[in-house]
């Protein structure tokens, strides 16, 4: 069946395989007088694209992206925005020797028994490759958010069991996990990891780890009970990324060992005339979240909701909460506060040490993955999670729009 | 917006508030001519109704549910098919009270953020009754898998940090599981959580804990990359449910730090010609696991696809795996070991030890939330837990109908 | 699969079974904050239900629905609204010899040919009585047009080729075509076609007829080009009618006789400082038409909309047409004259003469279908017709709050 | 909002502005395994493509599509299928005048009304260039159909009031129609229309017409009751088309004026033994009809439905019908007889001949449209038509695997 489209009114359609002709994406649903331009979509391609060090592959993804629709002028029309990128590495002629071989904690052999056939060469459409049509659809929304002052920031908070100082931590510095290619937010714990990943495929092998992700900005309001919860949408969206094992949200697992009179964040008393101004969606960001100066550059014309005031119902005060344990969420509606989670991800599966599998006969073999492969998807993982984040909250702000008789 | 149906082919439609007149789900798309009887979701509802003791709340939930659609002579239709649930609690006047407060840990204040206006009685949509609709369709879910040998199992692994021995353990009992009203694998060690509970009771304080789901007799090849991946669907399934915080699958967050040869699973040699016999979709159960009793009755004229050998294609060898540290998913797709996941919930929001809030005009306000709540939702959440897994199943076991052009 | 659903937004899914236990719907999507009160539910069925003579069936249908949620203290909350509907004619006793043959005309067979089964009773799911659903779920619409200062008015144009005077006409009385149960816009024609039908009953023969549609207040914008316009979803909600054979919008068939200069509706010059007072969404209507005393009572605060002048964007002229063979559609979107379109129905198969037809067996037989069957179609579709275009321009009218940045 | 996307399992999203870099599609849910070659696309986007002659534009759309993804090594993958057309008009400088004007019969100013902005060059997404794309997916969806030996064939019914003969008249030939560019079933009709052609073009005047479209091979069962009726998918496909203003199917609008018991088909006595052999989707085609030799080339290894004997279930007859009135369509399922229907569409609204009309400030303007524009839609509509009747046909034949219990 059709499971490449996400989103309900600001949608989005991937297509590709890893070394086909080309990857892409059409997104249908972004409002009309958007300002969009194609470098909005080259600055994210580019924080995902495999840097020249760290825990990453040397495949050369030159991502010369192309708007084929649905901008006019620098703005979007309303039409269907469709990007096409192409793949530059068809070197197919290395992956002939997968041709018949199931790779271990790869999707070869589900591909097969799934649709009786696979492309084999780089892992078709099970290749991270997918994921460039996401992030340049993730541009796109982090666009219209920026113009409503909501920001994403990701961050790699662990590899291979070294872990990141966290968010509020003094040492935690989120600039830095822009600046270096492992997106971790601490220099130092960044020098650590880089020598352990050197190790790592030095013995030809790869490890997991932990992605962070935080959202300001805002509004409370965002999310549609019963099913679609901003948190079951996010959990949909980032167990749809290849190597996610898990999520959670605020204290999350922790969550499990906590007393009630513990896991409540109390709200605070609050002024209701003045309350609205520290609103999210017109609210300040804390130091080192907000805009990134990437494809997120900000809002300039007021925003969606041309002032934060409209997001709340007149009669309905802003809370304040004097803690986050919930993530952001309650009910599975946005409570202002920022949106916190974790995504688990599993070692890369491509490992050059020797590994038993079995062939299309059912016959044991021998396998070396070779080539350059990512010791660890978390740095890349990064732009992929900031993108999925974007296209689940961009949606959830328009359907916002409609929950109300008098917006 | 609209977020009250689940699911693309087998499509579910929840509607009801916590206290008025009724509960109920309409379910479009189950196939023509499934056997399905009233007791059939009577036994589901029963397993999710609050226990006279342990953990549970004591509100009297007599779900006298009526099939209002769709079924005729003991079989489906192949039309909707409406169940209704009448609300028997109708004592609102137990929450007059709160109708200006915002209960922390609730969702009070995020309803009226969200659409300017809620029904304040026992939570109105955000209760967990809300989840009486989900049961009584996971129900008509599971008579689909059954007839196609597929069983899902959950119970509860972990309370207020007190866990149950893990599925693979000596004293791993899932009998004991259905026994006794914690839904605990062992008697033991459900005496132990009976005992702090009873404690956290007298302390007006409550818990979290974590559910395990497994599901035996899955076919491989369930599963829609890229966004609709079998993980995805059932972490956002999941994830919708009141106080979960957290999904992991197999090895979840552990594999965060396992090496990739330690995370890969090894893929057996496998003999062409008989493997198929070994498929899931036909296969044994381990013990313990399989049909219940309830409704989940077995499979009495062959199942959806008559014979497990129809499931994979025919030049598809039938893999088995030395370890299941997948948690059953690869690339996003079933690979015939069992589906394993664990979900992490918040301890429940209403305790009666005192609480700080707020009220309508954001004044400051002291609550004791009275009434008889559950203390951990984690005994009625195995029954939601199974019924959100059998309607992502069902609707993928229907999807994967389409995918090949000779099915 | 899942045909019950209609809408993106506004969504409503129907069930029910001619002689099951219920019938209803179930509507989720409407904005919280809307007035809703039972009666007018029961109002748009009153009209609906089998008239005492004219063409109608004398089936008593005392539809005492119920509302089982969404609604609280007499608005909507934004959650799922359910309508009950008890089915009172359970009198199955006189299908049971129609329980083996195919009724010429009628879905017998291709619901046996679909789903290998069938309830054979008055026509299970694909009987008239279905839309008893779909006129409750448009009551809910028209409560949201009529906020919006939208009206909708259809009437019987035609049966048995007796026309009746069209729009524009000087006989055309719409209050006329409220008073006669043929729903015909003269009393003149419609005692004709009363004559005629008293005729056709003796001779156990039916007709078909023309049912014409006209709404006014309708502002310009709305349709979701390209394959969501405003007259696919109008054609498509109408050929889902049983009986419904044909659609055309405007000027219709009768375009394709035309020359392109007689065809184009000629825009007419304007004052650009007043033009927006008389725009749709907030303008007159013509003599007749408008609020009509059922469920669409007008709007009393101002509307999703709350001034005309938000309709259109700030720099863009209201446009009003010479003529309007557009039927009020250009390019799939709403131009803001009247949307009209007439819709032709087939006789109702169900007829006292004798028919030659084919049992299960695949054996002749001769069929005389008894009971007290309609006539013709059309004075009861008259509320069918418009309860599906409410459905059509409720989704429609929030749809077209998320198409502009800056709403 | 998203109004880009077609179908539910079958599903198509274009995208693509007239003067824009390029049109195209994105097929997602086609079956693995599907052969599927550039050829088959060309084929039918040559039969789109504007003739030298009749009653078509001479603007040279040379379309050179490229298939970007989900074909490998001639064969569906199951995953997207994106195909890229780039245009090749880019020549804007011919529209700079239109920019302020409003084009009468036009959408110009409804989609300023709706989005705010629009693309003037060409019509932007409003053009028929948009349906480049349609036919590209189409073409996809008639393979699809061709291995389930179904075939759709449209044609000219209608030009300027001059009618080609019917089907079933003796001077109906569906040969000639794929031979002359007006794609009308006589060559003496054609000549007769082109002369009539051509006097329009000196008048600077444009015609509406009719395309009639006939389906064989279906097999009965097709189409989801209630919403998603085989006619009103239709329907709303056919509506979906830029200048169609109505529809019909069998008897359609004379349906309005025929007696009960001349409107049944009478369904005739079946041999059961024998009868399957007889049924849609494995019968014979009437002469003329079948597969045409384009993208439609036949089955070659049994299709979808190996045998047809397998489309009905076990204990159904067969049923052929004395005459198809209802055109194929029986409460909204195929009945297995030829699904028959005509589209009625309006004069081209771009003439030479001098128009008034209003410009962006509302002021009086005339205009005479230049360029070489099609006289009539017709012509180059038949390939639209077909495509679009493709595209729900194959999305309902998926659809259809879903319904039984047991397929």
Redesign the interface.
């Known amino acids: ?6 989103g ?4 989005v ?5 890893s070394h ?5 994406c ?1 997104v ?2 972004c ?4 300002e969009l331009e194609l470098t909005d979509i080259l600055s994210e391609l580019a924080r995902r694209r495999p840097g020249s060090g760290g825990a990453s592959t040397t495949r050369k993804e030159d991502d010369n992206a ?5 901008v ?1 002028e620098g ?8 990007i ?1 990128i192409r793949n530059k590495s068809h070197n197919s002629r290395d992956y002939d020797e997968l041709k018949d071989i ?1 790779r ?4 070869d ?11 084999h060469n780089g892992g ?3 290749s991270a490759r ?1 994921t460039a049509g996401r992030v340049a659809a993730g541009a796109v929304a982090k666009r ?1 958010l920026a ?1 409503n002052n909501i920001f994403i920031r990701a961050w790699t908070a ?1 590899i ?2 070294i872990t990141a100082p966290g968010q509020g931590q003094a040492d935690f510095d989120l600039d830095e996990a822009e600046k270096n290619n492992l997106h971790v937010p601490s220099a130092a714990v960044a020098a650590c990891i880089t020598e352990k990943i050197a190790e ?1 495929r030095l013995a030809g ?6 992605v962070a992700c935080t959202v300001t900005g805002l509004p ?10 901003i ?10 990324l ?1 190597a ?10 922790a ?18 005339t003045n ?1 609205k101004k520290i609103s999210g969606g017109g609210g300040e960001h804390p130091a080192g979240f907000g805009p990134r100066g990437f494809g997120d550059r900000g809002s300039r ?2 925003g ?1 909701f ?1 002032k934060a005031d409209n997001v ?2 007149p ?3 802003q ?1 304040l909460f004097a803690s986050n ?3 952001g969420v ?7 506060a920022p949106l916190e989670f974790r995504v ?8 050059s ?1 020797q ?4 062939d ?5 073999r021998e396998l070396c993955v070779k080539g350059r492969h990512d010791i660890c998807v978390c740095p890349r993982a990064v732009s992929v999670v900031e993108a999925m984040t974007a296209l689940v909250l961009a949606d959830l702000l ?10």
């Open positions: 069946m059709s499971g490449n489209t996400f309900k009114i600001f949608k359609t991937t297509f590709g395989e086909g002709p080309a990857t892409g059409v249908d649903g409002p009309a007088g958007l192309e708007i084929l629709s649905g006019f703005k979007t029309l309303g039409t269907p925005i469709a096409l199931y271990p904690g790869h999707a052999w589900t591909y097969e028994a799934k649709y009786g056939r696979r492309d078709g459409r099970s997918e219209l113009e662990e291979a069991g790592l092998e790869s490890a997991g780890g932990i409370a309001g965002l999310g549609e009970p019963v099913f679609e919860k948190d079951a949408l996010i959990a949909g969206a980032m167990l749809s290849g996610a094992k898990g999520i959670e949200f605020g204290s999350g697992f969550s499990a060992r906590l007393l009630g009179s513990e896991s409540n964040d109390t709200p605070l008393p609050c002024d209701l309350s014309e007021g969606l041309p709340l119902p009669h309905v005060p809370l344990r919930a993530g309650l009910g599975g509606i946005s409570n202002g688990a991800f599993k070692p890369v599966p491509s490992i040490k590994q038993r599998t079995v299309r006969s059912g016959v044991l328009l359907q916002q729009r409609c929950v109300r008789l008098f917006p």
